[in-house]
């Protein structure tokens, strides 16, 4: 039996196979999990990336469009969730980050407000307004569970995603501050670089994925996210009840050296 048997997640962020979490829903429906999946802004995509998992084309799990910046369509989702079948909700994934090219790329001292703010809104601000639109969903409690990026430091041409980041982990803290009253744990997992579509748009993101295997002291493989995907699923599992506003590190050890970031 798997440690997330019986349990129905939600899952953000897939986009193909490549995607972080496409990993994470493959990994929790091997281990018991009913998976639903929100897709931006390619729902069809999506659809045809859903039947590439355990659950198979048969049998795919359900995928409801979700703009997480659009009021309307969170507001939305919980009854969405409802007629697919999920009355409720035992976890959460939030796989969502953007920002314009703007805001990336060693362009941090001239990006404008309005770049700064896209990016602080998908992918900082979204970790709550996703979590509170599901909430109604999550009466016996349950895991939020959201990939970061180790925001102690300032990585080369990661910019404003760097400063989103850093509130994502902040937002989480308070999450888990406020919910923890009602059952409900909040984890982020701080993965070293894989090579996914959105990492493959940040310009300049090569030099990072270049140097990690090289000094990680467990090594980096930027094309397995399986280490990341079963840490999401362990924190999504009732293995982890008493541990909320943690950041989970699953990058080879980088986190851990006084120089990671040169």
């Given at each position: 039996?798997?440690?997330?048997?019986?349990?129905?997640?939600?899952?953000?962020?897939?986009?193909?196979?490549?995607?972080?979490?496409?990993?994470?829903?493959?990994?929790?429906?091997?281990?018991?999990?009913?998976?639903?999946?929100?897709?931006?802004?390619?729902?069809?995509?999506?659809?045809?990336?859903?039947?590439?998992?355990?659950?198979?084309?048969?049998?795919?799990?359900?995928?409801?469009?979700?703009?997480?910046?659009?009021?309307?369509?969170?507001?939305?989702?919980?009854?969405?969730?409802?007629?697919?079948?999920?009355?409720?909700?035992?976890?959460?994934?939030?796989?969502?980050?953007?920002?314009?090219?703007?805001a990336l790329g060693g362009n941090f001292l001239d990006t404008p407000w309005e770049d700064v703010a896209t990016a602080v809104h998908a992918s900082t601000y979204s970790l709550k307004s996703l979590t509170?639109?599901?909430?109604?969903?999550?009466?016996?409690?349950?895991?939020?569970?959201?990939?970061?990026?180790?925001?102690?430091?300032?990585?080369?041409?990661?910019?404003?995603?760097?400063?989103?980041?850093?509130?994502?982990?902040?937002?989480?803290?308070?999450?888990?501050?406020?919910?923890?009253?009602?059952?409900?744990?909040?984890?982020?997992?701080?993965?070293?670089?894989?090579?996914?579509?959105?990492?493959?748009?940040?310009?300049?993101?090569?030099?990072?994925?270049?140097?990690?295997?090289?000094?990680?002291?467990?090594?980096?493989?930027?094309?397995?996210?399986?280490?990341?995907?079963?840490?999401?699923?362990?924190?999504?599992?009732?293995w982890f009840p008493a541990t909320t506003g943690e950041i989970v590190h699953v990058d080879g050890g980088i986190h851990a050296l006084a120089a990671a970031s040169q």
């Amino acid at each position: 039996m798997g440690i997330l048997e019986g349990k129905r997640i939600l899952v953000t962020g897939v986009l193909t196979d490549k995607s972080i979490g496409f990993h994470i829903a493959r990994v929790a429906q091997e281990q018991g999990a009913e998976v639903a999946l929100t897709a931006y802004p390619r729902p069809t995509l999506t659809q045809r990336t859903a039947k590439r998992l355990p659950s198979g084309p048969d049998a795919p799990p359900p995928v409801l469009e979700l703009d997480v910046t659009s009021a309307e369509q969170l507001d939305g989702l919980a009854d969405g969730l409802r007629g697919h079948g999920f009355e409720h909700l035992d976890g959460i994934v939030h796989a969502i980050a953007f920002a314009p090219q703007n805001a990336l790329g060693g362009n941090f001292l001239d990006t404008p407000w309005e770049d700064v703010a896209t990016a602080v809104h998908a992918s900082t601000y979204s970790l709550k307004s996703l979590t509170m639109a599901c909430l109604p969903l999550m009466k016996d409690g349950g895991s939020v569970v959201g990939l970061d990026f180790d925001a102690t430091k300032a990585w080369p041409v990661y910019d404003w995603m760097g400063v989103a980041k850093a509130g994502l982990e902040s937002c989480s803290r308070y999450l888990a501050k406020y919910l923890g009253p009602q059952g409900i744990r909040v984890n982020l997992v701080a993965a070293g670089p894989l090579a996914t579509m959105a990492a493959k748009s940040i310009p300049g993101f090569e030099g990072m994925t270049d140097m990690w295997p090289k000094n990680a002291p467990l090594g980096w493989d930027v094309k397995d996210s399986e280490p990341t995907a079963r840490a999401c699923v362990a924190l999504l599992s009732d293995w982890f009840p008493a541990t909320t506003g943690e950041i989970v590190h699953v990058d080879g050890g980088i986190h851990a050296l006084a120089a990671a970031s040169q």
